[in-house]
């Protein structure tokens, strides 16, 4: 706490306490997600949900405890990049399940289109074709959703690794230093990843009405992307000396202060969008093998 209020002196005393009262915001709304779905959905689907829906929890302690303890920011920035994927990995098999397994999936995307316009592609080419469904195309993008997990963490081993040997510093982009090839690995399986997720809701969305797929995506997926942005952005400016210094605390750690402070923020935000897609009741066409743990009229 002494870091923290040498890094912004008394606002950061008020900056704790709004931080503590947004971190409890976030933990009713799981826990209040958490019984509306074990009452109105099968375990399967409870589990799954509460597993893409427990990014918010974990993202806003880690930033909580950033304001509280500045110098974890390491331990907890490490924690937020290894986490992140997962529930947009968990959302795939969501929306497998709601086709109740995935050749009944195939089966009913067959005389259907992959749209290959879609984020962050349509940005660069805007007239991407559609194409024929296939098994074989499935696979792709399957394959380009389970990289957006696996590669982060094979990333981050080499990352200790190569920093163990020396041959690894942070926003050191020379040829000798291992930063720049694992920041480009990084930036492309975030691309592939995205872009994996997104030809996948677009295709499925429309199959599967009812069930809010794009809002859900949406809300995970903006937690991913303005996480990974903020965490680029206030680590380059913090470096470069553009936040206050106050010996011995550095632009560095008032930039990852602040940083923490917004995150937090715009999680709490995220969570309450993503309650609001997430908690809602089966739709009458919607058929399980499970039953429904204690269903109530909604």
Request: some cysteine; aromatic content about 16%.
């Amino acid at each position: 706490m002494e870091e923290a209020i040498a890094a912004l002196g008394e606002l950061s005393i008020g900056l704790v306490i709004l931080g503590g009262i947004v971190t409890t915001g976030i933990y009713c709304i799981y826990i209040e997600e958490l019984v509306y779905l074990y009452r109105n959905w099968p375990v399967k689907f409870f589990l799954l949900k509460l597993g893409c829906l427990s990014i918010f929890p974990i993202v806003g302690s880690c930033f909580f405890l950033n304001l509280l303890v500045p110098r974890a920011t390491e331990y907890t920035t490490n924690t937020v990049v290894l986490c992140l994927p997962a529930p947009l990995v968990l959302f795939f098999w969501v929306v497998i399940g709601y086709a109740s397994k995935e050749r009944h999936l195939l089966e009913r995307l067959e005389d259907k289109l992959i749209p290959l316009r879609g984020p962050p592609c349509c940005c660069v080419c805007w007239c991407c074709p559609k194409l024929p469904f296939s098994k074989q195309r499935f696979k792709v993008v399957k394959a380009c959703i389970y990289q957006f997990f696996l590669t982060p963490v094979i990333l981050f081993i080499i990352a200790t690794v190569c920093s163990k040997y020396g041959v690894f510093k942070e926003l050191k982009f020379v040829p000798d230093n291992a930063a720049p090839y694992l920041v480009g690995l990084n930036f492309a399986s975030f691309f592939i990843g995205v872009y994996g997720l997104a030809i996948f809701t677009k295709t499925t969305s429309k199959l599967l009405h009812g069930f809010h797929i794009h809002g859900k995506f949406l809300s995970l997926q903006l937690q991913f992307i303005l996480v990974r942005f903020h965490f680029f952005t206030f680590d380059t400016l913090g470096r470069l000396g553009f936040f206050p210094c106050h010996p011995p605390v550095s632009s560095l750690m008032t930039a990852l202060y602040i940083r923490s402070a917004l995150l937090l923020g715009e999680g709490f935000i995220l969570s309450v969008v993503g309650r609001f897609f997430f908690l809602h009741a089966p739709p009458a066409h919607f058929v399980s093998v499970d039953p429904i743990n204690h269903h109530q009229p909604t």
